[in-house]
């Protein structure tokens, strides 16, 4: 079935079974493979994309569910200048280690800076909540989503 | 499998007349439920009837004092809605992660009959009711009838639930999920406790419970046994209470924790609420 939807904003066109994941459109249709797929059941975030800018995990998502709507991956975010400055933060700050989970932690500190530019210490980590990290200890991510909200010029 | 994707509800209820499917709206239970190996596709055992494209069915209103809430509407709408009851929303914001409160569906979360289900405890709190479609009928079933046992409901092949009715009420409220993490957690018990006063009387007292027997525990007949009674004589009767609902769960012990843990804990909760009524 052909199915059409807005990625990283550019109308694109897949013929896919409707059921396929989002993520295998993604990673093995569309060779975008800065999405990652880590548990496949939605319990750890590294698989995040924007739906209408809203994170979604992409690997419970069958592709018919984003028919006509907006898809943003990492590589999308990559080309705004808000993915500098959270970049620059996760950087400094030390808030990427091994890095499988990072995509997947900037996709949601976008959205969430998108939605409320000053976040609290608690609407960070609620809005990580989703997304696991085996390295950090989070409190590293935490740092650098506060660097970044204070536009990287924090410390 | 095949897959339909129909755009009216009518052109749903056709589909539902002619197939038995799976009706899937966020995918947030049978995606995982169907997983196979990266890359490949889901294998469903039946047909599915994907919601996403169906218009008309995304809403929130009220009417008569009560929510309605539209079958396709999804957890962060209701959670973001000027209408929606802070008691809902407690419990809503407390249900999986961020992203799959922007997917999901509470209609989703009844038609998994999941035990433990959370979206279920607040609806046969407050006697909420659901609208079952077909292509030649229409019928209301309040969502403790419609849950008939471990991951059954009653709904026929050819229905789908189109609509939530959720009365509004301005009870006291007490609402503990407790889980092995903040998000992300399948509950291992949940406590819903409500109550009504009027000089210094109990006007209405309800209590549900979930993850402890095959679907969340009611009992309107336990209630009514101490609505009325002043608050004092209430809580003299805690031991009753207590009693009452030891003998009405039935917690098995799972992956999650072990039944006598559940019941000590759904049993400190409920004495926890006893003791809050003011």
């Not at chain 1, 608690?122 to 990580?128: P, V």
């Not at chain 2, 049993?267 to 003011?278: E, G, V």
Request: aromatic share 6%.
């Amino acid at each position: 079935m052909k199915i059409k939807f807005n990625l990283n904003k550019k109308d694109v066109i897949v013929d896919v079974d409707p059921s396929m994941r989002l993520l295998d459109v993604l990673r093995n249709v569309l060779h975008l493979t800065g999405t990652k797929e880590g548990c496949g059941e939605g319990s750890c975030g590294a698989c995040s994309v924007l739906v209408d800018n809203m994170p979604y995990d992409s690997c419970l998502t069958p592709v018919i569910n984003v028919m006509n709507k907006q898809v943003m991956t990492i590589e999308g975010i990559r080309e705004s200048k808000e993915y500098e400055t959270i970049a620059n933060s996760f950087a400094k700050m030390g808030g990427s280690q091994c890095g499988f989970c990072t995509p997947g932690m900037i996709i949601v500190t976008y959205a969430l800076l998108m939605k409320n530019p000053n976040p609290s210490e608690e609407e960070i980590r609620l809005a990580l909540s989703g997304n696991i990290c085996r390295c950090t200890g989070y409190q590293a991510i935490v740092n650098a989503v506060k660097d970044a909200s204070k536009g990287g010029k924090h410390e | 499998m095949n897959s339909y994707i129909p755009t009216s509800l009518e052109e749903a209820l056709k589909i539902l007349f002619e197939h038995d499917c799976y009706i899937l709206a966020g995918g947030t239970d049978l995606m995982v439920q169907n997983h196979r190996s990266s890359g490949l596709l889901p294998t469903f055992k039946k047909d599915v009837l994907f919601t996403s494209q169906i218009e008309g069915l995304d809403y929130i209103k009220v009417i008569n004092n009560e929510l309605h809430i539209g079958a396709n509407t999804k957890y962060i709408s209701m959670i973001e809605s000027k209408f929606v009851p802070t008691m809902l929303k407690n419990v809503f914001v407390e249900i999986a992660s961020p992203s799959i409160r922007n997917m999901a569906t509470l209609t989703g979360n009844i038609n998994n009959a999941s035990p433990a289900a959370d979206g279920t405890v607040p609806l046969i709190l407050l006697d909420a009711r659901l609208v079952l479609q077909s292509k030649d009928n229409k019928r209301e079933i309040s969502v403790d009838d419609y849950l008939i046992g471990f991951k059954k409901t009653d709904r026929k092949p050819n229905e789908m639930v189109t609509e939530i009715i959720v009365p509004l009420t301005d009870h006291k409220y007490l609402w503990r999920k407790v889980g092995s993490r903040k998000a992300e957690s399948i509950s291992k018990v949940t406590f819903l406790g409500a109550y009504k006063t009027s000089n210094n009387k109990i006007s209405d007292f309800r209590i549900a419970l979930g993850c402890v027997s095959i679907k969340p525990v009611r009992s309107k007949q336990v209630e009514s046994k101490y609505i009325g009674l002043t608050i004092d004589e209430l809580k003299n009767k805690k031991d009753e209470i207590v009693n009452d609902y030891n003998q009405l769960i039935e917690p098995v012990t799972d992956q999650r924790s072990n039944k006598e843990y559940k019941r000590k804990v759904a049993i400190n909760l409920l004495k926890s609420f006893i003791d809050s009524i003011k």
